[in-house]
């Protein structure tokens, strides 16, 4: 079973930063994710880590966040930049071991229990 926790969120003013991580317990996964929900919307696929396959981006974040794996440190990072005020939601981490979910666009199978992050000025 993967276990997730994420951490890093918080208050920033548009325009700022905020790199938020993921610390990873369990089996190898070939697969990680970020997803986001803000109140009264659907979750939605930030951006995505893939073992051979690389990283891929929501068009809303392309050029501004940054997925990337630490293996030595087991763990996920999301590296926000350029914040909007529509980029406020809760971040969540997601896990899929065998990375066949990802692939066709569903959820993986663990989850964490989502950072707060909020822009405002």
């Known amino acids: 079973q993967v276990q997730l926790v994420e951490s890093g969120g918080g208050l920033v003013q548009p325009g700022g930063s905020l790199r938020l991580s993921c610390a990873i317990s369990g089996p190898s996964t070939i697969s990680f994710a970020w997803f986001r929900q803000a109140p009264g919307r659907q979750r939605e696929l930030v951006a995505r880590i893939r073992t051979g396959d690389g990283t891929s981006y929501a068009d809303s974040v392309k050029g501004r966040f940054t997925i990337s794996r630490d293996n030595a440190k087991n763990t996920i990072y999301l590296q926000m930049n350029s914040l909007k005020p529509e980029d406020t939601a809760v971040y969540y981490c997601?896990?899929?071991?065998?990375?066949?979910?990802?692939?066709?666009?569903?959820?993986?199978?663990?989850w964490g229990q989502g950072t707060q992050v909020t822009v405002s000025s």
């Open positions: 997601n896990a899929d071991p065998l990375g066949i979910l990802h692939f066709r666009g569903d959820y993986g199978s663990y």
